[in-house]
């Protein structure tokens, strides 16, 4: 059997002053792969792959947010997508875990949950799908901050933060979900959802949580071998790392 873990982190603006704990976060959840958003710094991702003895890959978003991909396994090939509708960045990477190849898309959609943005990020998924539908025929997966609501998740909005109300206030505090479900549409398997069918798993804001934004899903192909799938949590370093909390999910292929 060939194990892989993979995990998605938001690691909020860059994590410039907080490579030390973002690197104890990482070390203690030994991914094999490692999707970063927010990854604005590049020299904070060489230095967490340098200690993580990962190999990575770094490109520009469309503004002022980037991205990243760390990974055990050779990375063979790369390509950025950062122009409408795909905001802020879709990350293509390719790494051969032998036997396998497995191509892993780590996102970061355009954030606020307001219907024209819900609408943009509808979109994007239109837009990704073409592209993996295009190239993409091994398994595969889409992970990352995707900013958007799963079809039967609940968002604490009377937890959020006083700006996110007074935006909220302006749909009258109703969530929209299109982005999620049309990949559900598409055949994907919510990782965490399969796995935890009536948790919460949210990834916003770890002293406070309210929303989970964070995803890894799963194509057919790679969903028949998910073991596991789990918010990190139970490191205190996560506390103080980033906005968000990573989320691992770990995927067990025979040898054939």
Same mark, same amino acid.
């Given at each position: 059997?060939?194990?892989?873990?993979?995990?998605?982190?938001?690691?909020?603006?860059?994590?410039?002053?907080?490579?030390?704990?973002?690197?104890?976060?990482?070390?203690?959840?030994?991914?094999?792969?490692?999707?970063?958003?927010?990854?604005?710094?590049?020299?904070?991702?060489?230095?967490?792959?340098?200690?993580?003895?990962?190999?990575?890959?770094?490109?520009?978003?469309?503004?002022?947010?980037?991205?990243?991909?760390?990974?055990?396994?050779?990375?063979?090939?790369?390509?950025?997508?950062?122009?409408?509708?795909?905001?802020?960045?879709?990350?293509?990477?390719?790494?051969?875990?032998?036997?396998?190849?497995?191509?892993?898309?780590? +996102?970061?959609?355009?954030?606020?949950? @307001?219907?024209?943005?819900?609408?943009? &990020?509808? %979109?994007? =998924?239109?837009? *990704?799908?073409?592209?993996?539908?295009?190239?993409?025929?091994?398994?595969?997966?889409?992970?990352?901050?995707?900013?958007? +609501?799963?079809?039967?998740?609940?968002? @604490?909005?009377?937890?959020?933060?006083? &700006?996110? %109300?007074? =935006?909220?206030? *302006?749909?009258?505090?109703?969530?929209?979900?299109?982005?999620?479900?049309?990949?559900?549409?598409?055949?994907?398997?919510?990782?965490?959802?399969?796995?935890?069918?009536?948790?919460?798993?949210?990834?916003?804001?770890?002293?406070?949580?309210?929303?989970?934004?964070?995803?890894?899903?799963?194509?057919?192909?790679?969903?028949?071998?998910?073991?596991?799938?789990?918010?990190?949590?139970?490191?205190?370093?996560?506390?103080?790392?980033?906005?968000?909390?990573?989320?691992?999910?770990?995927?067990?292929?025979?040898?054939?």
């Amino acid at each position: 059997m060939t194990r892989l873990r993979v995990l998605t982190y938001n690691i909020d603006s860059g994590g410039t002053k907080r490579v030390g704990l973002i690197h104890a976060v990482l070390k203690h959840a030994d991914a094999d792969v490692i999707a970063l958003t927010e990854a604005d710094d590049p020299h904070v991702v060489a230095t967490l792959a340098d200690r993580l003895c990962m190999q990575h890959v770094w490109e520009r978003g469309s503004g002022d947010r980037h991205i990243a991909t760390l990974s055990r396994f050779p990375i063979t090939a790369h390509r950025i997508y950062n122009s409408p509708p795909l905001t802020q960045a879709a990350l293509e990477t390719t790494v051969e875990v032998a036997p396998h190849v497995l191509t892993v898309y780590n +996102i970061h959609f355009l954030p606020y949950l @307001l219907l024209p943005f819900e609408i943009r &990020r509808w %979109q994007a =998924v239109g837009r *990704l799908w073409q592209i993996i539908h295009a190239q993409t025929s091994g398994p595969h997966a889409i992970v990352g901050d995707l900013n958007a +609501i799963a079809a039967h998740d609940r968002v @604490l909005q009377r937890n959020n933060p006083a &700006r996110m %109300q007074r =935006v909220m206030a *302006l749909q009258l505090f109703i969530v929209f979900r299109l982005a999620i479900p049309r990949l559900m549409r598409a055949g994907y398997t919510d990782c965490y959802r399969r796995m935890h069918p009536r948790e919460d798993g949210f990834t916003w804001m770890p002293g406070n949580r309210t929303t989970r934004y964070d995803y890894i899903l799963a194509d057919a192909q790679l969903a028949q071998s998910l073991r596991a799938c789990r918010v990190v949590d139970e490191i205190d370093a996560v506390q103080h790392a980033s906005d968000h909390l990573p989320v691992l999910a770990e995927f067990e292929w025979s040898v054939r």
